[in-house]
């Protein structure tokens, strides 16, 4: 008998904030689910653990991926917990995993589960839904963004690289993990319990996107456009497009540029497996 199963297409682009440069970004996908990981991380912390925030950001997205395609019936908060544990664990014997500055990162998942689309998004990155009626559904967390904005005027106020730089930075890191803080994933699996988590039906969706806070510019730093348009210009150009233009407007605005990747999801459904 004929059964069906449920796959998605992926389309993705990542482009590192700087030629030569580790690109700090990850994305991923198996057949029912798709992963984003930003990492974060500061100069210094090279002395704290030796594989670095590239390694981290990575590191995490694969365990997620192999996790999510293994044990496909376990809750997106609890794998993520699983995959904190499991990167963690490939790193607390030679590096200083529970330091303010070691190495972290946001993480955005979309997974295809019977008739739904779950998403899970911690920290800064974003998860949209193009719903088929009515605007598209904007997953972010946006704990970090209201604390950063208090420490804008001293980052405003200290040379970038600087030693007072890297102190306010320190500082504001240290509201990471903690309650009335926010939340990245990091050396605690218990962070994944702080997670932005919900579902919405396949049948209402066109779409969805994952993308990092350097690709989610394009509407919440230079506002050119809208997230309506977002999704337009992603069915009409593809993801490399709407990097392209955040590129444009960093130069523009004389912003530095940031590592930017988007992992687009169409054609969620399922297919005949026999």
Known sequence: MEGRRQVMR??????????????????????????????AGIPGAESLCRHGVAWYAGRLGGHLL????????????????????QVTDDHRDTC?????????????????????????????????LDRADGAPLVVSDPREVVISRSYEPAFKAAAEGSDEYRRVLRDLRANRNQPGGFWVAKDDPRAADEAITGSCAISELTGAVLLSNGASRIVDRFGLTD????????????????????????????????????????????EPTG
């Not at 030569?20 to 990492?39: M, Q």
């Not at 070691?102 to 589960?113: H, I, M, W």
């Not at 130069?251 to 969620?268: G, P, Q, W």
């Open 96 to 128: 200083d995993v529970t330091d303010t500055i070691s190495p972290s990162a946001t993480v955005a998942v979309l997974r295809l589960s019977g008739g739904l689309v779950e998403y899970l998004v911690l920290g800064d990155s974003f998860v949209v």
């Open 10 to 39: 992926v389309t993705m682009a990542s482009v590192a904030k700087q030629a030569g440069r580790a690109n700090e970004d990850f994305a991923g996908a198996v057949p029912t689910a798709a992963v984003l990981t930003d990492g």
């Open 227 to 270: 997230w309506p348009g977002v999704m337009g210009l992603l069915a009409s150009s593809g993801p490399a497009e709407i990097i392209h233009r955040v590129r444009q407007a960093e130069a523009r605005h004389a912003v530095a540029a940031d590592d930017a990747t988007i992992a687009h999801c169409t054609d969620l459904g399922d």
């Open 66 to 85: 192999s996790l999510l395609s293994l044990v496909p019936d376990r809750g997106l908060p609890a794998l993520l917990a699983e995959a904190i544990e």
